[in-house]
């Protein structure tokens, strides 16, 4: 049954293939070069997609205003997918088929992306998703990149962190949200191979208000030397008001989940000492001068924020970085065409992006490592950068 | 040990104290109308955001809280006579579907609004713990379960001894008779909705210290404090806190002793226990009526 729909589905893509190839070849020079998008503009998943699709629009205006790539102006075709993987199957058949796009820059969601891989895999068309999921380029998909940095990698900072202070026994605390859960998945997984024991590993749920039974439990833990928490939004101020209302004294670690002023303002005095992995661009102001992203992530996030009048996210850097990636390939490509175009994308060294600094490779199609993330601490209640 | 034992026990007050205030909300319109208001925690919420958002605009606290309480009033009033009115010749079963629907619009409303961001709000008396046994307990758990009892205390006077409050539990009991008494059903709906919608912007904000305030705040507070009014015997709202606190209790022991995996699973097992050996609750008045 599934081996038959998947068979159908190759069968469809294979022609739509064939069909593009064909008006490829008949398509003139000197057109504009297409990207292709579909995006979570509306609904659940909206705080990814509204801010991924003010950045392509105003930084695909800003390159055509100075002049475009290889003398041709870019032209965006942004469909909503509501983050729904279902509906974004149909809208990246028609970019490829119909709208005939040079390159494929969507996907604000992980589910969206998995599902449209297959048709771009087998339409062959350079495509560079946004969303978090490491499935996404692990196993390594020919056509297939993306930009944001992965759960791994934020453990991993954690983790290298703990160790220079020379702490090996940590206790975990999880939310049950989806960023909770694959942070916790992703932490025991990491913890054996990097040499931490995980003393403790308690969850709680969703919309809850108060997490002190759980640090309790993680406090009275025989031989604990840190305490680390997965999690998003409301809880983490939660769980640093109730870690300081319990007087916990070892380390309190958190993820680049908590990298917002709201955790600090919210957590009310208890996010003083917490330490956390979090993008350049979040904490621009914390970067010395010296930092290779500085320059970058404070121009994107001036312009971000003076013309949208939002303050900046991380996820419309992930559409910063995908877009400059795109062009500088095609300026190195010389043409759209898209095996070129592809090639230059994996030979992407040393680009200095929002997110991080990208180097891809055949076998890497992120580009990112753990030196992406920052590692701050809250002190004075505001983000100071440790060495 | 002892402490610890005392921590999970305060835990378990201050979650309970708050789900019994949410609770609370749930039994005057229960007792109006039999209908299941599923809006009672976005009305904690509308309670909470605008209390929030006043205080930002620069507003002293007791303004904000007396503003969150208009507002929010006027939202149940508006819910009453929008969409409740105007189909009040549907079965129980209609209205409470309807006031799913409107606890989807004012989330999303608020969501508009205010963004999804969370927001704190400034406690009554501080944030630094009070210590007992080695054990730490916020002051503003203490006034939360201080204002439950007290509002336990004005409802049943309310219902007991004011004409108003037993023409609420009449035109409940049998519409048909209360108002052949002269007992204007309208007018006890729109009021059962207005004193609902207050106890809720009441209860927001005095949880919101604790619990922070975001759109999605209603969605499990509004789950949780109708366990408690459940467990406790729905329209009773001494049964409410009860239940609130047994919920709540239960859920910091689980975690505490147990695993926290388990935790609101063993809420809702004590739940259906109850409901399986006790229908009407632990301590609701059993369905018998006088011919």
């Given at each position: 049954m599934?081996?038959?729909?998947?068979?159908?589905?190759?069968?469809?893509?294979?022609?739509?293939?064939?069909?593009?190839?064909?008006?490829?070849?008949?398509?003139?020079?000197?057109?504009?070069?297409?990207?292709?998008?579909?995006?979570?503009?509306?609904?659940?998943?909206?705080?990814?997609?509204?801010?991924e699709?003010?950045?392509?629009?105003?930084?695909?205006?800003?390159?055509?205003?100075?002049?475009g790539?290889?003398?041709?102006?870019?032209?965006?075709?942004?469909?909503?997918s509501?983050?729904?993987?279902?509906?974004?199957?149909?809208?990246?058949?028609?970019?490829?088929?119909?709208?005939?796009?040079?390159?494929?820059?969507?996907?604000?969601?992980?589910?969206?992306?998995?599902?449209?891989?297959?048709?771009?895999?087998?339409?062959?068309?350079?495509y560079?998703?946004?969303?978090?999921?490491?499935?996404?380029?692990?196993?390594?998909?020919?056509?297939?990149?993306?930009?944001?940095?992965?759960?791994?990698?934020?453990?991993?900072?954690?983790?290298?962190?703990?160790?220079?202070?020379?702490?090996?026994?940590?206790?975990?605390?999880s939310?049950?949200?989806?960023?909770?859960?694959?942070?916790?998945?992703?932490?025991?997984?990491?913890?054996?191979?990097?040499?931490?024991?995980?003393?403790?590993?308690?969850?709680?749920?969703?919309?809850?208000?108060?997490?002190?039974?759980?640090?309790?439990?993680?406090?009275?833990?025989?031989?604990?030397?840190?305490?680390?928490?997965?999690?998003?939004?409301?809880?983490?101020?939660?769980?640093?008001?109730?870690?300081?209302?319990?007087?916990?004294?070892?380390?309190?670690?958190?993820?680049?989940?908590?990298?917002?002023?709201?955790?600090?303002?919210?957590?009310?005095?208890?996010?003083?000492?917490?330490?956390?992995?979090?993008?350049?661009?979040?904490?621009?102001?914390?970067?010395?001068?010296?930092?290779?992203?500085?320059?970058?992530?404070?121009?994107?996030?001036?312009?971000?924020?003076?013309k949208?009048?939002?303050?900046?996210?991380?996820?419309?850097?992930?559409?910063?970085?995908?877009?400059?990636?795109?062009?500088?390939?095609?300026?190195r490509?010389?043409?759209?065409?898209?095996?070129?175009?592809?090639?230059?994308?994996?030979?992407?060294?040393?680009?200095?992006?929002?997110?991080g600094?990208?180097?891809?490779?055949?076998?890497?199609?992120?580009?990112?490592?753990?030196?992406?993330?920052?590692?701050?601490?809250?002190?004075?209640?505001?983000?100071?950068?440790?060495? | 040990?002892?402490?610890?034992?005392?921590?999970?026990?305060?835990?378990?007050?201050?979650?309970?104290?708050?789900?019994?205030?949410?609770?609370?909300?749930?039994?005057i319109?229960?007792?109006?109308?039999?209908?299941?208001?599923?809006?009672?925690?976005?009305?904690?919420?509308?309670?909470?955001?605008?209390?929030?958002?006043?205080?930002?605009?620069?507003?002293?606290?007791?303004?904000?809280?007396?503003?969150?309480?208009?507002?929010?009033?006027?939202?149940?009033?508006?819910?009453?006579?929008?969409?409740?009115?105007?189909?009040?010749?549907?079965?129980?079963?209609?209205?409470?579907?309807?006031?799913?629907?409107?606890?989807?619009?004012?989330?999303?409303?608020?969501?508009?609004?205010?963004?999804?961001?969370?927001?704190?709000?400034?406690?009554?008396?501080?944030?630094?713990?009070?210590?007992?046994?080695?054990?730490?307990?916020?002051?503003?758990?203490?006034?939360?379960?201080?204002?439950?009892?007290?509002?336990?205390?004005?409802?049943?006077?309310?219902f007991?001894?004011?004409?108003?409050?037993?023409a609420?539990?009449?035109?409940?009991?049998?519409p048909?008779?209360?108002?052949?008494?002269?007992?204007?059903?309208?007018?006890?709906?729109?009021?059962?909705?207005?004193?609902?919608?207050?106890?809720?912007?009441?209860?927001?904000?005095?949880?919101?210290?604790?619990?922070?305030?975001?759109?999605?705040?209603?969605?499990?507070?509004?789950?949780?404090g109708?366990?408690?009014?459940?467990?406790?015997?729905?329209g009773?709202?001494?049964?409410?806190?009860?239940?609130?606190?047994?919920?709540?209790?239960?859920?910091?022991?689980?975690?505490?002793?147990?695993?926290?995996?388990?935790?609101?699973?063993?809420a809702?097992?004590?739940?259906?226990?109850?409901?399986?050996?006790?229908?009407?609750?632990?301590?609701?008045?059993?369905?018998?009526?006088?011919?």
């Amino acid at each position: 049954m599934k081996q038959g729909f998947i068979r159908h589905f190759t069968t469809v893509a294979a022609v739509m293939a064939l069909g593009l190839g064909a008006s490829v070849s008949g398509a003139k020079a000197a057109e504009t070069i297409k990207i292709g998008s579909f995006l979570a503009v509306t609904g659940g998943a909206s705080f990814l997609g509204d801010p991924e699709k003010k950045t392509l629009e105003m930084y695909v205006e800003k390159i055509n205003a100075e002049g475009g790539v290889l003398g041709r102006k870019l032209e965006l075709i942004i469909y909503d997918s509501q983050g729904s993987p279902k509906k974004a199957v149909p809208f990246a058949k028609r970019l490829i088929s119909d709208d005939k796009v040079d390159v494929l820059l969507a996907g604000s969601t992980s589910g969206a992306t998995m599902a449209v891989i297959p048709i771009v895999e087998a339409a062959g068309i350079p495509y560079i998703s946004f969303g978090g999921a490491g499935v996404i380029v692990n196993p390594v998909k020919k056509w297939v990149f993306k930009t944001p940095h992965t759960d791994t990698l934020a453990v991993r900072k954690i983790f290298n962190d703990m160790k220079k202070n020379g702490l090996t026994k940590v206790g975990l605390l999880s939310g049950s949200g989806g960023f909770d859960k694959s942070c916790r998945k992703q932490t025991l997984a990491l913890a054996g191979p990097s040499g931490m024991t995980m003393v403790a590993d308690e969850t709680h749920g969703k919309g809850d208000t108060d997490m002190t039974p759980q640090i309790t439990k993680i406090k009275n833990t025989p031989g604990i030397q840190a305490f680390m928490y997965c999690g998003f939004g409301a809880a983490t101020s939660i769980v640093a008001k109730n870690f300081k209302q319990l007087g916990v004294s070892v380390p309190h670690y958190q993820t680049h989940g908590s990298a917002s002023m709201s955790f600090i303002k919210n957590a009310e005095g208890g996010a003083e000492g917490v330490r956390l992995p979090a993008a350049a661009l979040i904490v621009v102001d914390a970067l010395p001068d010296s930092h290779p992203q500085k320059k970058v992530a404070s121009a994107y996030r001036d312009m971000y924020t003076s013309k949208s009048g939002d303050s900046v996210s991380t996820f419309g850097g992930h559409a910063y970085d995908g877009l400059m990636i795109v062009v500088e390939a095609i300026k190195r490509a010389g043409s759209t065409n898209k095996e070129a175009v592809r090639a230059e994308i994996e030979k992407t060294r040393n680009y200095i992006g929002a997110d991080g600094i990208y180097n891809m490779s055949p076998k890497d199609h992120l580009g990112l490592d753990e030196e992406s993330f920052v590692m701050v601490e809250v002190r004075n209640g505001t983000w100071k950068m440790l060495k | 040990m002892f402490a610890e034992f005392l921590q999970f026990l305060f835990s378990g007050i201050t979650v309970g104290a708050i789900y019994a205030l949410v609770g609370l909300g749930f039994t005057i319109i229960y007792n109006a109308s039999h209908i299941i208001n599923f809006a009672q925690g976005e009305f904690v919420m509308l309670g909470a955001m605008s209390a929030v958002f006043f205080v930002s605009v620069g507003m002293p606290m007791p303004v904000a809280m007396l503003l969150a309480i208009i507002i929010t009033i006027f939202i149940g009033l508006a819910l009453v006579k929008l969409a409740i009115e105007p189909a009040r010749n549907a079965s129980i079963v209609t209205l409470i579907i309807i006031t799913i629907g409107a606890s989807i619009f004012l989330r999303g409303a608020a969501q508009v609004l205010w963004g999804r961001n969370f927001h704190s709000l400034a406690p009554i008396s501080g944030n630094d713990p009070i210590m007992i046994g080695g054990a730490a307990v916020l002051p503003q758990s203490l006034w939360i379960l201080g204002s439950a009892m007290l509002i336990v205390m004005a409802l049943r006077y309310f219902f007991d001894r004011t004409l108003i409050g037993k023409a609420i539990v009449a035109s409940a009991h049998n519409p048909l008779a209360a108002r052949l008494a002269g007992i204007n059903a309208r007018f006890v709906l729109l009021l059962s909705f207005g004193l609902s919608a207050m106890l809720g912007a009441v209860a927001g904000f005095l949880i919101a210290p604790i619990s922070l305030a975001y759109p999605s705040v209603g969605i499990m507070l509004g789950l949780k404090g109708f366990c408690a009014a459940v467990l406790g015997g729905l329209g009773n709202p001494m049964g409410a806190v009860l239940g609130g606190l047994i919920v709540g209790i239960s859920e910091a022991m689980t975690a505490g002793y147990i695993s926290s995996a388990y935790k609101d699973a063993v809420a809702f097992i004590i739940i259906l226990g109850v409901l399986f050996f006790r229908p009407s609750g632990l301590f609701g008045i059993r369905g018998t009526e006088r011919v």
